[in-house]
């Protein structure tokens, strides 16, 4: 233990008693050498600090332990007491009021040492600084005298300043120009706030310096709480019975129709600043526009203004806008456009003037029919759009909450045609000025939700909208009377874009009219209009989202053809989505994983921003199914072609199917089908030996066909397809062990009509694909024989065609090296290769038994033995 910490033992009480004798002998000899009469005062000082020492060290001797190095209380609070005397001699106390007025004198002094030296970047920062500390002083209306006459004599300077510039022919530098500039821009608006104080000055400087009331009393509030602002007259004299609103600042704040402006003009200045509450000035501009009495123009700003803020909320590439903040910005877009159409005299067009004056309202110019107010309703439109599309993208779709946010878009088309009425108004006054870009892209949006769905969604959706607007309310572009109609839609919408647009809005137009016709059967109309938009040979200079939409529209062509049973044209259309392997990617319907690739985030996020909502997605099992389905009715015979005739070129339709097949013909045992993929395989494998009635029924278990409209239509168009190319297919596999076959054979085996018989064999007979000849006299196809070669001749010609190329290609390769030297084996000691073939290999070859035969120039002295032979011969 610790000898601070011992409870009065010997040590302790040693030490003090040395203490005091140590006291007691310095005592002693001051009362010895103190004799003197003179140093009796000294003496009797000495005695009273003496006492003072040895009292404190009684004290100090009856504390023990740990206590004696504690101080009391009465011993620290006569220590703060001598602490806070000396301060008070040595340091000044201000206020914060004081040192803030201080620090406005010193940045006036700063504007006006830049003044002195025409620094006008130091002034426009100072003059920042400046704005910033007056709000920290300023009480009521009234700011200090001395900011006041700072600012004053600040505009007087710009004013000599802009004045000197017009007349000098020497220009300022950028830096003091943009400073200038800067200055010129605030202090006009910062000085109309303070204009009475101002004129006051001008008036009499020195009468306004000495005046007393530089503050104006401010307004005596018994009780104060934090509430949502004053709406109207009635709640201002219900709330003056004890409460006020304050702001953060705890400022009484007043909503009147004089100061609306002025309070937009600051929510305006402060969007996108940092630390800026987006809820709360919504919350201040919903009470703004619930002012009463407001104009229709204050109506329209506010309501700009809020539905903007609102938008603000899902700024970002992550978020997405709050549920509830998108239902309030629609109503207010649905209110905006319910005063446009009310109020004809007020429009908002692009380009239009800002109003800068916040303390009146404007009027209608004399000589003009509108009040113009900035602004863009197609913006929000489109805005409002995108917001809806990135909520459904980011939730899950197969919950009820999607379904109930697709309810919403009901709404939204409303908004868009309503907008679409209201620019078709605005276009009927040439001098508005209304750019035709503003009506093409509002009437590209309109496509956008239609083009996609059925006929009789379509007409319920337009009769929605009709409803929405009043009974005298008509369409030029679509009349009234024609939107019952959805093809007629859809045809006037793409007909009109692609007259009065360019571009990407012109090649979507085609794209939407296209998709349409192929989503209702339409397939000649769709399939020509896709050939002569000629967009397959410049799509690649499209942006991303219309190849999106190219892509779609070629698949849905491709399924057209499909439902019509052309499976030839079928194939060929989905033979460059399908056969890529990337099917989810070309149609944004999902993110393919790559196993190596190097995406960035950023990249990845853009890529789930292109991605459709899920109620436009075209199924990509039944794309699969129907790819697969067309490829085995073309492969299949083809295969058996091939087989059987060996002189003909093998070409490959779908390599995609063949690696299946291939892989499928690979295992070992293959159990019962599970799905699309294996009842396809099995069902070419059936096809392949013959049995057309097996491979149908695995064609028609397959479950995907249920979700294509008119399914037995379509499982009997499949039947019978697969009835003529499992005909095909054994004529190709059995046509060298016939001299004759009956029609009426081929007609029981297949179960087609002799009719169908004779027209399928004439087919493949007349397009060289069977050597054969049809006696329609006795209904029999005669093949003919000795055309046919055996495999052993068909594999001989093939090796024969090889070698022939191989020989071409050495030649050619010989010709380059030598240059076409005659003598290219040859050596300049004579001796050569016929020297050595004839002197050591004792006559070798026949003929050449020893000489120096010449060598012919190009190799055309081989002969090649029996493979020669064939070759020439």
Not at 487 to 505: C, P
Not at 604 to 623: D, S
Request: aromatic content about 6%; glycine content about 6%.
């Amino acid at each position: 233990m610790s000898r601070f910490f011992r409870g009065g033992d010997d040590s302790s009480t040693d030490s003090s008693s040395e203490e005091e004798e140590v006291y007691t002998s310095e005592e002693e000899e001051e009362k010895v050498q103190a004799e003197d009469e003179s140093s009796s005062e000294e003496e009797s000082d000495e005695e009273e600090s003496d006492e003072e020492s040895s009292s404190d060290e009684e004290e100090g001797a009856k504390k023990k332990g740990a206590s004696r190095f504690l101080q009391s209380d009465d011993e620290e609070s006569e220590e703060e007491e001598d602490e806070q005397s000396d301060d008070e001699a040595t340091t000044k106390v201000k206020s914060a009021k004081d040192k803030r007025f201080d620090e406005l004198e010193s940045t006036i002094s700063q504007i006006q040492n830049g003044q002195k030296i025409n620094d006008w970047s130091l002034i426009a920062t100072e003059f920042d600084k400046l704005n910033r500390q007056v709000v920290k002083l300023q009480d009521g209306s009234k700011a200090p005298k001395s900011y006041i006459k700072a600012i004053a004599d600040l505009e007087d300077y710009m004013n000599e300043t802009l004045a000197k510039q017009k007349v000098t022919p020497k220009k300022m530098n950028a830096t003091n120009a943009r400073g200038l500039n800067a200055v010129k821009q605030r202090i006009r608006k910062n000085n109309k706030d303070y204009q009475t104080q101002i004129d006051a000055y001008r008036k009499d400087s020195d009468a306004f310096m000495e005046s007393d009331d530089e503050v104006a009393a401010p307004k005596v509030v018994s009780k104060v709480r934090f509430e949502a602002p004053v709406v109207s007259a009635e709640q201002q004299e219900e709330d003056d019975k004890g409460f006020s609103t304050v702001d953060s600042r705890g400022k009484v704040v007043q909503y009147t129709p004089e100061s609306i402006l002025k309070h937009l003009r600051a929510i305006i200045e402060s969007r996108g600043k940092k630390n800026t509450d987006r809820l709360e000035q919504i919350k201040v501009m919903e009470t703004l526009n619930k002012v009463v009495p407001i104009t229709p123009y204050q109506k329209i700003r506010v309501l700009q203004t809020l539905i903007s803020a609102r938008f603000d909320l899902g700024a970002g590439g992550a978020a997405q806008m709050p549920l509830d903040q998108w239902k309030a910005a629609e109503r207010d877009l649905a209110s905006l456009l319910e005063i446009l159409e009310k109020e004809k005299d007020h429009v908002v067009v692009e380009g239009a003037e800002e109003w800068d004056d916040d303390d009146h309202l404007p009027t209608i110019p004399e000589g003009e029919k509108y009040l113009k107010v900035p602004g863009s309703v197609v913006s929000l439109i489109e805005r409002l759009d995108d917001e809806l599309t990135r909520s459904l993208q980011a939730i899950d779709p197969h919950t009820s909450e999607y379904i109930d946010r697709l309810t919403d878009e009901g709404s939204l088309y409303n908004i868009i045609f309503r907008g679409l009425l209201y620019y078709e108004h605005l276009r009927k006054d040439a001098s508005l000025e209304v750019p035709q870009e503003s009506l093409n892209r509002i009437i590209q949006r309109r496509l956008d939700h239609v083009y996609y769905k059925p006929a009789q969604v379509v007409k319920i959706l337009e009769e929605n909208a009709w409803k929405q607007v009043s009974a005298e309310a008509d369409s030029e572009i679509t009349p009234r009377s024609q939107s019952g109609d959805a093809g007629k839609l859809i045809n006037i919408l793409s007909n009109y874009l692609f007259e009065n647009s360019e571009g990407i809005i012109r090649a979507r137009a085609m794209l939407c009219q296209i998709y349409f016709l192929a989503l209702h059967d339409e397939y000649y109309k769709s399939r020509d209009l896709m050939l002569t938009s000629h967009l397959q040979e410049t799509i690649a200079n499209f942006d991303i989202a219309t190849q999106i939409l190219y892509n779609r529209t070629l698949v849905q062509v491709g399924l057209c053809a499909f439902r019509k049973g052309l499976v030839y044209d079928a194939q060929n259309t989905l033979q460059e989505i399908c056969g890529s392997g990337r099917q989810k990617e070309l149609l944004a319907q999902g993110v393919m994983i790559q196993r190596y690739s190097q995406v960035t985030p950023e990249q990845e996020r853009l890529e789930k921003q292109r991605q459709l909502p899920f109620h436009m997605h075209i199924n990509l099992e039944l794309l699969e199914c129907v790819y697969l389905t067309c490829s085995m009715l073309l492969e299949i015979p083809l295969l058996a072609q091939t087989g059987s005739s060996p002189d003909v070129k093998k070409r490959i339709i779908s390599k995609t199917y063949r690696r299946m097949l291939e892989y499928h013909e690979r295992q070992i045992f293959t159990g019962p089908p599970e799905n699309t993929r294996d009842h396809v395989m099995q069902a070419s494998k059936a096809l392949a030996a013959g049995e057309w009635k097996k491979a149908t029924d695995f064609i028609h278990s397959i479950k995907i066909w249920d979700l294509m409209p008119n399914t037995e239509d379509i499982k009997t168009m499949l039947a019978k397809q697969i009835q003529e190319e499992g005909l095909r297919t054994y004529l190709f596999t059995y046509a060298p062990f016939y001299d004759t076959l009956a029609i009426a054979t081929l007609s029981s085996m297949f179960e087609l009509d002799s009719r169908k018989v004779s027209a399928v064999v004439s087919k493949m007979i007349s397009h060289e694909e069977l050597a054969a000849a049809l006696d329609q006299v006795t209904e029999t196809v005669i093949f003919r024989k000795g055309v046919e070669l055996s495999r052993l001749q068909s594999l001989a010609l093939t090796l024969s065609d090889k070698a022939s190329s191989l020989i071409e290609t050495n030649e050619r390769t010989l010709e380059q090296k030598t240059q076409g030297s005659a003598n290219a084996f040859s050596r300049k000691d004579n001796r050569g290769g016929g020297q050595r073939g004839g002197g050591q290999r004792g006559g070798r070859g026949g003929a050449r038994t020893g000489g120096n035969p010449q060598r012919q120039a190009g190799g055309t002295q081989f002969t090649g033995g029996a493979l020669g032979n064939a070759v020439r011969g």
